[in-house]
């Protein structure tokens, strides 16, 4: 499974990002997929996913009111609109896929496979 990973730029604070993430490869339907962010110094977090099954999307508390991740099943992507963006918000973000999103979403040892990341830089 190839994942690729795009949209990411430099973005006025107050500003908006969509990040887009196709999946390619092995057919498969992944449980959840989503994406995580790490900043510099700081350990990787997760940030928005969504299941694959039922639809149901799951929030980091920093972004919830902000974020909005969706998809898009006939092209094996998701998406991640990102509104009223803050410095706080620079980092690599990362998509990711798991199998096994009931063991807890937000558990990155979960995730099976990874895209190479899309840098996300807020100017204050």
């Known amino acids: 499974v190839q994942l690729q990973a795009s949209g990411g730029g430099l973005v006025q604070a107050g500003g908006s990002l969509r990040l887009s993430c196709a999946a390619s490869?092995?057919?498969?339907?992944?449980?959840?997929m989503g994406w995580f962010r790490q900043a510099p110094a700081k350990e990787r977090e997760a940030v928005a996913v969504?299941?694959?099954?039922?639809?149901?999307?799951y929030y980091a508390d920093s972004v919830k009111g902000r974020f909005t991740v969706s998809r898009d099943n006939a092209k094996n992507t998701v998406y991640l609109q990102m509104n009223s963006l803050k410095s706080e918000d620079t980092a690599l973000y990362y998509c990711?896929?798991?199998?096994?999103?009931?063991?807890?979403?937000?558990?990155?040892?979960?995730?099976?496979?990874w895209g190479q990341g899309t840098l996300v830089t807020v100017s204050s």
């Open positions: 490869g092995r057919t498969f339907s992944p449980y959840g």
């Open positions: 990711a896929i798991t199998t096994n999103i009931n063991a807890g979403w937000s558990l990155r040892w979960l995730y099976d496979y």
């Open positions: 969504i299941s694959w099954t039922d639809s149901r999307t």
